[in-house]
């Protein structure tokens, strides 16, 4: 799809990102980007224009538009509250069916970024040894034996990787964590030169 509107003439690059609330502050994640690139820091009133919006209780997408930009914001996720942001650079003044065209496909994108690329924090290597154990059906006793560390520290670590990928509690962690670390596990494994069916499915369709 964004290949397409590239074909169209429509626009340049596409950004996405993620931003979620952790405690009283805010912090912004690179999530998904076509084509691949560098990742310039978003303009930081599109980042407080999206988390007002989000916080005042009002309908998503908040979509704005300028001269050769588009801003669109969804709010994925209320509690923890996440955002997603998109950012498009245009190639020329849109007409105003182009955008209504752009806003449909970016609530589909949505959809499909949610399903297909879901999104993943860096963690550090203790949380990220943690996820792994998880996702190999370690329980919470046993992983805090492991790192030789007491079970209250690994329930606290748990739960602030719930809030980093924006779910309310455990299981959905593990949900996410099975089609994140999991599907990158199943990629290490592939011979060389093999390719996934969703890397095939995502140069093909998005």
């Known amino acids: 799809m ?10 340049r690059q596409i950004k996405t990102y ?15 980007r076509y084509p691949a690139g560098r990742w310039p820091t978003p303009p930081r009133e599109l980042i407080v224009r999206a988390q007002r919006e ?3 209780n009002t309908p998503t997408p908040h979509t704005v538009m300028t001269s050769l930009e588009i801003a669109s914001s969804f709010v994925c996720n209320d509690t923890p509250m ?11 003044i849109l007409t105003a069916v182009e955008m209504q065209k752009i806003q449909a496909g970016l609530t589909f994108l949505h959809s499909r970024l949610e399903i297909e690329y879901p999104f993943h924090p860096e963690l550090n290597p203790t949380d ?3 996820a792994q154990l998880l996702v190999n059906g370690i329980g919470q006793s046993q992983i805090a034996l492991q790192l030789g560390q007491s079970e209250s520290t690994i329930r606290s670590r748990i739960a602030a990787l719930c809030r980093r990928h924006g779910v309310p509690n ?20 592939l011979p060389f030169g093999a390719t996934s069916d969703w890397s095939e499915q995502h140069a ?3």
Request: with cysteine.
């Open 2 to 11: 964004a290949q397409h509107w590239r074909d169209l003439g429509w626009l």
């Open 18 to 32: 993620r931003i979620h609330r952790q405690s009283k502050s805010w912090q912004t994640h690179c999530w998904w």
């Open 54 to 56: 989000a916080t005042g």
């Open 82 to 92: 996440q955002i997603i942001l998109f950012h498009l650079d245009t190639q020329r």
């Open 128 to 130: 990220l040894r943690i």
């Open 170 to 189: 455990r299981r959905m962690l593990l949900a996410r964590l099975l089609r994140t670390i999991g599907s990158k596990k199943q990629i290490a494994t």
């Open 204 to 206: 093909s369709q998005i």
